[in-house]
């Protein structure tokens, strides 16, 4: 079955947020919703590699920024395409400031248990989008 | 460059200070708007502490002696204690930083201000706040010495 | 005196290290790891990472700093995501590492995960990272 959806990172490399998103869109694409969602580089839409610029043109879009800086939402919408559903890391770390990440890469406890709840969000969101699609 | 901040590039960061403000040495702002200051944070000190997730801010009505504890701001990395660089009450606190506490980030000489206060000793609590090019050196000396430490 | 007299003059001290990040494949997830461990351990104070996607986004900050500083870009695979970026927003890389045909040369196994990283992956982690870190000690003395 073709998948439906395509959520993308930013995975920036100077906070902790970046490893964060990174974590919860695998933790998604693997276990949660491996035959209804992808992901794919964020830098291929950059090269204007044609695959990763039809895989996003052809599917709904959601990305999943750290922070405010939106670096994942900006670079979909500079390939001209429209994102569904742009979340941040920083909204969910709000609502969970006892969640503070050890490190920006080893999250350690806490930053996994926020993976997991970003995770879950992610996965509402997927729900929401299929759902307006049908 | 604009002419209304001095600006200090250091790697691959910028660092603005906004030339009509004072500065107290623990890194806030302040600028006198009739009777009454308007306090914010600094942009080193934005930089330092990372991204806002949270502000306490005091109440209105509060008197507050320079030096005072002024509230909290919260990021991913710290909680820093902010404090008071005059001695007054507090007039109005910036509400919008409650759904919107990365203005403090974003904006922090504009948007992110803080608090505002009517000073009760302005003559004597502005001597001791620094005009924008003596903390423009000041932050150029922490800013070496902080990155040279990493 | 011209901006090019001047940039000659420069003597460089750090050298920015892009990373790709791709999150496709495992050798995206080594490259955050070795850029790091670059940063963080290996060269502290004679590095800075730059942020792939902020600096594609427009950042003027990691764009500037990699039109005047010497970069390395690190990419998982031949797409060469960060050393084409790179070329097109700021300019030439003074080096590229592409982490699939490092590790192959070195008959290194590709992680099986992209997730996490064992302790045998370390091995590919500090492969790449001290690649990084010759290179930077190369261009750093070059530019002495």
Redesign the interface.
Known sequence: MEKKVVV???????KAY??IG??A???LV?DLRPDDVT??????L??D?PAAKALVQNKIVITIDGCT????R??VESSGKKVECALRVIEAFKKNRDLKPEG??ELGEPGLKLVHILAQRLNEEVDRVMRKEQ | MSNDFMEM?Y????FRVENSYLYHPDECWVKRNGDLVTVGVTDFFQKTIGDVIFIELPETGTELTKGDEAGMIETIKVNVTLISPVSGTIKEVNGGLGDNPQWVNTEPYGEGWLFKMAPSDWEADKKELMEARVYFSLMEKKITKEM?K? | MSEEIMLEEIKYD?V?II???????CE?TLT??A??KVLDKLR??ST???????F???????Q??AKIFPTITVD?CD????Q??TE?LSGKPSHSIIVSELLKGHGIEVPQS??TLTEKDQVAVDVVAEEIAKKVDEILEENR
């Open positions: 993308l990172p930013c995975s920036g490399i100077g970046g490893e990174r974590q869109v695998y933790e693997e992901t794919t580089c964020l830098g291929r950059m090269i590699d800086q939106d670096c994942a900006k670079t920006i890469l | 590039t790697d691959k960061f910028i040279a990493e | 750090k920015g990373p790709c990040n791709g999150e496709e494949i995206g955050r790891h850029s790091r502290p104070g800075v990472t730059i942020c792939l996607p902020l594609i986004a427009g950042d003027k900050g990691e500037n700093f998982g797409k060469r995501c960060s084409l970026s097109r992209r997730r």
